[in-house]
């Protein structure tokens, strides 16, 4: 089991940034892909960025050059930094493990409840 959550989401004005953060615990040590993961229901899931155990990360190509993942392994927190916004990434974002980037299936992986992300102008 690993439980995960989410901070950091918020209201900006596009052109604006956002740092989220997600917090995992119940494993010792990491042993699984985490990745950001965003929706805005009916629209479907899209990928935003994953960051394997080599350290190796992929992106979503709506984010790719504005947004940048990381993690401290030693807080045991994964990070999104979002930058340079656009309306268009108005979505709740969610941190997840064990997910590859392009998935749509709900029961892979472990996942956040989810923190909303709202980019106005």
């Given at each position: ?24 615990s ?58 340079s ?37």
């Amino acid at each position: 089991q690993v439980q995960l959550v989410e901070s950091g989401g918020g209201s900006v004005q596009a052109g604006g940034s956002l740092k989220l953060s997600c917090v995992a615990s119940g494993d010792r040590y990491s042993r699984y892909s985490m990745g950001w993961f965003r929706q805005t229901p009916p629209k479907e899931r899209e990928g935003v960025a994953v960051i394997y155990t080599n350290g190796q990360t992929v992106y979503g190509d709506s984010v790719r050059g504005r947004f940048t993942i990381s993690q401290d392994n030693v807080k045991n927190t994964l990070y999104l930094q979002m930058d340079s916004l656009k309306p268009e990434d108005t979505a709740m974002y969610y941190c997840a493990a064990g997910v590859p980037l392009y998935s749509k299936r709900i029961d892979l992986g472990y996942w956040g409840q989810g923190t909303q992300v709202t980019v106005s102008s």
